[in-house]
T-cell receptor
């Protein structure tokens, strides 16, 4: 079992719809959690940190479920520009960042 | 621009040649990471530095790979005797410290022919 797992997709979603995807992690000692966005052949860019209480940034909501060991990302009112691969990453210990392979999202007009 | 910068953006080399990449992190960041990424995969950890000290190196990394950060600022990643399997995007990232957000450079796309 991979340490961090994501559904690779692609998720094909009409513009304006709401889409959500999860990321599961296996190490209960995971400390910090982040969502990154990566466009094709570009570097990952931080989308948002994920806090235990959940957090929202505009159309994006991230949540953490420590009991079930997953984090989620919800995108409301999706835009064409949201098309990208979404990577989750968890930190363990002093330096380890474990990355998921990403979920590909395609927003269709 | 005070972000992470990497040079070169693209490198094409013949198998067996040596290549060196450079990364300039955000100036106040003391942690610097090197990752490798291939299509459809997340970034794969190679090594990281806390200031000038290389504190961890992936067991997946062969002896052909070496990285330095001599003054705790910029870093170089060298691959000796390149192989076709080394073809990938090499990403550098920096952060302020433990469990802090990573900021990535644009990467160096290596193609080994």
């Amino acid at each position: 079992r991979k340490e961090v797992e994501q559904d690779p997709g692609p998720f094909n979603v009409p513009e304006g719809a709401t889409v959500a995807f999860n990321c599961t992690y296996s190490n209960s000692a995971s400390q910090s959690f982040f969502w990154y966005r990566q466009d094709c052949r570009k570097e990952p860019k931080l989308l948002m940190s994920v806090y235990s209480s959940g957090n929202e940034d505009g159309r994006f909501t991230a949540q953490l479920n420590r009991a079930s060991q997953y984090i989620s990302l919800l995108i409301r009112d999706s835009k064409l520009s949201d098309s990208a691969t979404y990577l989750c990453v968890v930190t363990i210990g002093n330096y380890q960042l474990i990355w998921g392979a990403g979920t590909k999202l395609i927003i269709k007009p | 621009d005070t972000g992470v910068s990497q040079d070169p953006r693209h490198k094409i080399t013949k198998r067996g040649q040596n290549v060196t990449f450079r990364c300039d992190p955000i100036s106040e960041h003391n942690r610097l990471y090197w990752y490798r990424q291939t299509l459809g995969q997340g970034p794969e950890f190679l090594t990281y530095f806390q200031n000038e000290a290389q504190l961890e190196k992936s067991r997946l990394l062969s002896d052909r790979f070496s990285a330095e950060r001599p003054k705790g600022s910029f870093s170089t990643l060298e691959i000796q005797r390149t192989e076709q399997g080394d073809s990938a995007m090499y990403l550098c990232a920096s952060s302020r410290g433990v469990n802090e957000k990573l900021f990535f450079g644009s990467g160096t796309q290596l193609s080994v022919l």
